[in-house]
T-cell receptor, first 112, second 116 residues
């Protein structure tokens, strides 16, 4: 158990819908990262937050957004969903002074 | 831009034997970190081992060790005394630049199957 929690574990929805994925980092970790794992694109970095502020953006679509709240949990919002958004979405957190990221169990999103 | 390449889509090994997974990378930074993550069928991403680029000594974690060749930009993972529980997808990953940001760049992954 990495100490990072993600909910829900599975999500099945229809095209055009909007969903919210939630992540709680390890206790004391200020940095949260979101990654997408799909069959065709592999594992890709989406976005990073540090203590409530956006720090870096990767290959994140405009239909996707994220935020980190004062209690340090983070949410990834996916809207106008398309079939190609079906993937495993990981959250990871990192201790402030270290480089290692610890991953949550992921949320499996299926768009029908 | 940084890239990570794993040229072996699949590997197999007999239980108790040794196997080596290959990884090459590219970055223009001098300060970087390399990792191997394991993803078993449960899909959880589990850290196996990490290497700091400024350290010449190869990292070791129990049965797992790396061969870090900085000049060649190579970072291979050796698994000794392979166990059935080692069956998983293995990802090589890189963080370069300042660790304040530290996004991971992953390779394509290598599926390792350990046979009894």
């Amino acid at each position: 158990d990495s100490g990072v929690t993600q909910t829900p574990k599975h999500l099945i929805t229809a095209t055009g819908q909007r969903v919210t994925l939630r992540c709680s980092p390890r206790s004391g970790d200020l940095s949260v990262y979101w990654y997408q794992q799909s069959l065709d694109q592999g594992l890709q970095f989406l976005i990073q937050y540090y203590n409530g502020e956006e720090r870096a953006k990767g290959n994140i679509l405009e239909r996707f957004s994220a935020q980190q709240f004062p209690d340090l949990h983070s949410e990834l919002n996916l809207s106008s969903l398309e079939l190609g958004d079906s993937a495993l979405y990981f959250c990871a957190s990192r201790p402030g002074a270290q480089d290692t990221q610890y991953f949550g169990p992921g949320t499996r999103l299926t768009v029908l | 831009a940084q890239t990570v390449t794993q040229s072996q889509p699949e590997m197999s090994v007999q239980e108790a034997e040794t196997v080596t997974l290959s990884c090459t990378y590219d970055t223009s930074e001098n300060n970087y970190y390399l990792f191997w993550y394991k993803q078993p069928p449960s899909r959880q991403m589990i850290l196996v081992i990490r290497q700091e680029a400024y350290k010449q000594q190869n990292a070791t974690e129990n049965r797992f060790s790396v061969n870090f060749q900085k000049a060649a930009k190579s970072f291979s993972l050796k698994i000794s005394d392979s166990q059935l529980g080692d069956t998983a997808m293995y990802f090589c990953a890189l963080i370069s630049g300042g660790t304040s940001y530290g996004k991971l760049t992953f390779g394509q992954g290598t599926i390792l199957t350990v046979h009894p």
